[in-house]
């Protein structure tokens, strides 16, 4: 087999050099016509079924952070679904952000993305922040914003995801949102029928707010987006299945590496996760868990990934559960039928995606051949020797662990959001496709593509991510470029449900007979059929 173009960073002709990329030309008018708060910058105040509202204004957008959007879920609402928030007397500032959800936190983070979350934290956490141009009665389409972080970390108060450049760029409404994580999101108990996917009530709950409010910031209740990346990729599809009553929660979708390739515990095997977790803390029941501080839960998490690891697979010590009551599918099939199905869908992955958590594992570096063949015949079965062969020569001088990495990424990411691409378009249904494929030189270039690189892109807001490892030596001028380019395409799609605007070449979407995906890169094209020979690989029968 040839070397695999589309694991390699290929100059082709035909594409836009990144660099020549300019936010112009996005419907609503060009950029510098977003319309700045009232009042010649005075404290935006907002009235709202739930109390008064004042926020701030930064940067010529009027910001509004903290914002609660259901009820504290401590004492006897830990481990139950997202409640209606009471409301406040008087105006409540809106100035400075919730606390974060609580998540292991080791001060200076780790060697790739460094911190995604930091203090403080806290349990009541259920709020959200806003970013728009003004708070008037424009209607402007809106974003909203679910960040990732392997069901553990992460937050909607970091800078990386401040809304400030979606909104001044697109003129557009942006909202974050905090939820739970970890223990307090996910584990699950079954009590008396009950659901769990307490981290999906708060989702939904925060966008039933943003459906209820988002007027009185300027919005349009009927023009959302909701966006996110790896686990808050998998929350939007998760969401598509929502069925509220009136209008839909949402429009449109942009789905960043979604990790569609998880398999879904059953309750039955939550159950079991969750008694392991008891034993862990050390207490009987979960009416003893509720009384443990929440420290001691985050504490027993670094316990629980040596407890539920497997060698060759991303960790996640804590998963959502098909419960059969806030889950009742897997989050890819809910975006194909039911409400789901007419959404609009931007979804996507990274060259590779999994150099993220085993590129600078010494565990991992030292693989052998007969280990990482082990794990092939996971999901090859008998097929493995031939497999692996593929994968090591698609990657000239590739070690075990290149093709384990491979592997892992085509498992969890890159093949599920192709067959979802495949599925949505056999059916009719919109869908844009793409691979990131710019490599970082961190590290000495052992990184890639990997998993998150494409965040600071997406946002166009590289001052905010100065503490990530995994950005160094990118040189400014394809950096700047690409990420104009993806930026405005963002907001095209936000904006019409189409990312073909500003400077991105043709995007045609995804249709079964030229499976067009574009490729961002130093050169950015759309390429038909990118991962055509992976994907006849991983399904030899019933693919052309």
Not at 76 to 99: E, S, V
Not at 178 to 207: C, H, K, V
Request: with cysteine; glycine share 12%; charged share 20%.
């Amino acid at each position: 087999m040839t070397d695999d173009p589309s694991r390699r960073t290929i100059i082709k002709s035909g594409g836009v050099l990144a660099g020549a990329a300019l936010l112009t030309g996005l419907p609503g008018g060009p950029v510098a016509q977003a319309a700045a708060p009232r009042a010649g910058g005075s404290s935006p105040v907002v009235d709202l079924p739930a109390g008064r509202l004042r926020g701030g204004v930064e940067g010529g957008l009027a910001v509004f952070k903290g914002v609660p959007y259901a009820a504290p879920p401590v004492g006897a609402l830990r481990w139950r679904p997202a409640q209606p928030h009471p409301g406040w007397q008087g105006t409540r500032d809106a100035i400075a952000f919730g606390p974060s959800a609580p998540q292991p936190y080791r001060e200076g983070g780790d060697p790739v993305l460094g911190n995604h979350g930091a203090p403080p934290f806290n349990e009541d956490c259920l709020t959200l922040n806003v970013w728009t141009p003004a708070a008037d009665g424009a209607k402007r389409p809106v974003m909203v914003w679910i960040h990732g972080g392997g069901f553990i970390s992460g937050s909607g108060s970091l800078p990386n995801y401040s809304g400030e450049t979606f909104a001044r760029n697109g003129d557009l409404v942006v909202v974050t949102v905090n939820y739970r994580l970890g223990p307090l999101g996910y584990l699950y108990f079954g009590e008396d029928g009950a659901g769990g996917n307490f981290w999906l009530t708060d989702q939904l709950a925060a966008l039933r707010w943003v459906r209820d409010n988002i007027a009185a910031f300027g919005g349009d209740p009927d023009q959302i987006t909701l966006a996110g990346q790896s686990g808050g990729a998998l929350s939007v599809a998760a969401l598509a299945g929502a069925r509220p009553a009136g209008r839909p929660l949402f429009k449109r979708a942009i789905l960043q590496s979604p990790p569609l390739g998880l398999q879904i515990p059953t309750r039955a095997e939550s159950l079991q996760r969750s008694a392991t977790f008891l034993g862990v803390l050390g207490v009987r029941n979960v009416a003893e868990a509720r009384a443990v501080p929440w420290p001691q839960l985050i504490a027993a998490t670094f316990e629980m990934f040596q407890r539920t690891g497997r060698w060759g697979y991303w960790s996640t010590p804590f998963l959502p559960v098909l419960d059969e009551v806030t889950l009742e599918r897997s989050p890819a099939d809910l975006l194909l039928s039911g409400p789901g199905a007419d959404i609009d869908v931007l979804i996507g992955w990274t060259r590779e995606e999994a150099n993220f958590a085993f590129a600078l594992n010494p565990t991992y570096t030292a693989s052998t051949k007969e280990q990482v063949l082990a794990r092939v015949r996971d999901t090859f079965g008998g097929r493995a020797a031939e497999a692996y062969t593929a994968y090591e020569e698609a990657r000239p001088g590739a070690r075990p662990v290149d093709v384990l990495m491979d592997l892992i990424g085509d498992d969890l990411f890159r093949m599920p959001a192709i067959a979802l691409a495949e599925r949505r378009a056999a059916r009719g249904r919109p869908v844009w496709a793409y691979q990131f494929d710019l490599p970082t030189p961190a590290h000495n270039g052992q990184l890639g593509a990997a998993h998150c690189l494409e965040l600071p892109f997406a946002f166009d807001n590289f001052d905010k991510w100065t503490q990530a490892p995994f950005l160094a030596g990118l040189a400014p001028r394809v950096r700047d470029g690409l990420a104009s380019t993806m930026h405005a395409s963002w907001i095209s799609f936000i904006r019409t449900g189409d990312p073909n605007r500003g400077p991105m070449p043709n995007w045609p979407r995804y249709e079964r007979n030229s499976r067009t995906t574009m490729r961002l890169d130093s050169v950015t094209a759309a390429v038909d059929d990118l991962a055509g020979y992976w994907r006849r690989l991983h399904h030899p029968t019933g693919s052309r």
